[in-house]
């Protein structure tokens, strides 16, 4: 990337200030830099380069002096929180937050693990990759049985949205033509393992509303003429993603969209740039720019902007929300409604089953494939709900061997027990629970009333806990997978339902807090992720959520954005901004 990108001081106005370099500010700098506005992205964190900052990648596990696992000290001083993440290891912690300087509240007898990644990309080098769209059944939910406000959108306003950036970002996956489960713009999907394909064929005959399909991933299993002129080549299979791509194989802010809106020379980056708060002009009612304190020396600085769209995270976006204060808006910038910080959500992935598989003993898998399998939700609608609990879930998993330990993965000692390590272990199948989570608007973030971090900004508070639907629904997951797997004839079923143990936070896909809604005195943004109050003030992260649906979130993080960016263009070529 060229240096003369990156800048500290600046008193240019720019036409668009983006807060964040995530996946969705990653999209807004691309789509506003690609329509010809000077563009402004602000990180928190340090610049991580595309291939040239991937430190641990190719590194074996001999490599590291604890087989990739981090020193207990080192834990405890700066990643007791981050830990706790599916990607965290030895050859990742460079990429996660430092939980000394990142403190935050809970409160009394809660808890919530927020995981973060302030770096040029933040999380887009770490998240899971899983892509799939809202379907109407979505978007309809909350108006259909009274659980939260009514989305203002439904699924035809971002179906090209979905589809542009789709074929930009590359998503393999199967046409499987559900109702509840839109298509995508897919690359090839990638293939099932022998016993994944008999089970698919025994569910399909003992459940047929719950198809079994690939899961959708955002990873080139054949690279386009678009994606090679984007130097991203196919996948490798290695699955160590979360190390960082020097072949692009999965999207990224690194790999995808931030070379392409430095292509166009409309962008210029402000790193270590921790954003403080909003600059309002209240006899124009517009944003101005950014207060920001730089993270390393704690001078303070300022950026100027004629739209600014908050792209920080759903908790980061909030937090600078609240912490944005004057005469018209005591409470919050943006903030007439009082429901800014409200209605947080997670997704529910405490429960499921794994059961060892039969007959597939001569048979091994080549690579590591970076998908796994997808049963989508087959409660997508009120009749569909089971009894006791209202919304639904989905079921991933997949098939494995048990790992080169040995059949019975005995102890021993010799030549015989280390031939014996040499043989593959037994076959197993899981189905892992993702259940939806429902708008309640006690689950919400303030700021603290003393407490601030080393920046000088209040801390969040956080209140969040799961409601008896989402208790219910986990117990119910938990039935329906070992039932499922007893009835396709797994050996040695084990279940489990972790709910008590697992507050809100490590799905990692909080949503909500400044929610899109028709009704100005509800809501904070219209169905153009513009907020109610500001019309230059955007926020297209997942705080705009008005539920969190069953889906991973993240590829309509992306749809939303450009959208939101396209709509701002045109008002602001209207001069209505």
């Not at 005959?205 to 990873?219: E, V, Y």
């Not at 008896?468 to 279940?495: C, F, P, Q, V």
Request: overall charge neutral; some cysteine.
């Amino acid at each position: 990337m060229q240096q003369d990108l990156y800048i500290q001081q600046s008193e240019q106005e720019y036409d668009a200030l983006v807060v964040g370099s995530g996946i969705s500010g990653g999209w807004a700098a691309k789509e506003f830099c690609e329509r010809g506005l000077k563009t402004l992205m602000i990180e928190r964190g340090r610049i991580v380069e595309h291939q040239k900052d991937y430190p641990t990648e190719g590194k074996g596990v001999w490599e590291y002096p604890n087989r990739m696992k981090v020193d207990n000290l080192l834990v405890e001083q700066q990643y007791k929180i981050q830990q706790q993440c599916y990607a965290f290891h030895d050859g990742t912690k460079h990429f996660f937050g430092n939980d000394r300087d990142l403190p935050y509240q809970t409160e009394k007898g809660t808890n919530f693990s927020w995981i973060r990644a302030n770096q040029l990309g933040g999380k887009s080098l770490l998240w899971h990759r899983q892509s799939y769209r809202f379907s109407d059944h979505d978007f309809n939910a909350n108006k259909l049985d009274g659980h939260g406000n009514d989305w203002p959108i439904r699924y035809d306003d971002l179906a090209s949205w979905y589809s542009h950036v789709e074929k930009h970002a590359g998503i393999s996956g199967n046409y499987d033509g559900l109702p509840q489960l839109p298509d995508s713009e897919f690359l090839p999907p990638f293939e099932f393992s022998s016993p994944e394909l008999l089970l698919q064929k025994k569910f399909a005959k003992l459940f047929p509303d719950r198809p079994m399909i690939m899961g959708r991933t955002a990873h080139l299993s054949k690279s386009t003429e678009l994606h090679l002129s984007q130097g991203r080549v196919q996948c490798q299979a290695r699955n160590e993603c979360q190390k960082g791509c020097s072949f692009g194989a999965y999207f990224s802010t690194q790999s995808s969209t931030l070379p392409a809106a430095a292509k166009t020379g409309n962008l210029h980056i402000a790193p270590n740039s921790v954003v403080h708060s909003l600059i309002y002009d209240e006899k124009t009612n517009r944003v101005k720019g950014v207060r920001v304190i730089d993270n390393d020396d704690l001078s303070t600085r300022e950026y100027y902007a004629k739209v600014v769209f908050l792209c920080a995270s759903t908790l980061g976006s909030t937090q600078i929300m609240l912490n944005s204060t004057s005469k018209k808006f005591p409470n919050g910038i943006a903030n007439s409604s009082g429901v800014l910080g409200h209605y947080l959500m997670d997704h529910n992935y405490n429960a499921g089953a794994v059961g060892r598989v039969e007959g597939f003993e001569d048979e091994t898998v080549s690579g590591r494939r970076p998908t796994g399998i997808y049963i989508p939700n087959f409660q997508f609608e009120p009749k569909r709900y089971r009894e006791g609990y209202v919304r639904g879930y989905a079921l991933a998993g997949g098939a494995g061997r048990g790992g080169w330990k040995g059949k019975a993965n005995t102890k021993g000692i010799g030549v015989s027990f280390k031939e014996n390590l040499t043989q593959a272990g037994d076959w197993y199948f899981n189905l892992m629970a993702q259940g939806e989570m429902l708008p309640r608007f006690e689950n919400h973030v303030a700021l603290h009333k003393t407490k601030k971090d080393k920046w000088g900004i209040p801390q969040l508070h956080i209140d969040c806990t799961w409601s008896e639907n989402e208790i219910l629904m986990m117990a119910d997951a938990e039935n329906t997978a070992k039932d499922m797997l007893e009835k396709a004839g797994l050996k040695d079923i084990r279940s489990y339902n972790s709910i008590d143990g697992a507050p809100p936070g490590l799905a990692i896909h909080e949503v909500g807090t400044a929610r899109m809604g028709r009704d100005p005195k509800t809501s904070v943004l219209n169905g153009f992720n513009q907020t109610h109050d500001i019309a230059n003030l955007f926020v297209t992260d997942g705080a705009s959520f008005c539920s969190s649906a069953v889906v991973n979130p993240s590829l309509t993080f992306m749809a939303l954005t450009v959208r939101a960016v396209d709509f701002a263009v045109k008002e602001m070529n209207a001069k209505r901004i």
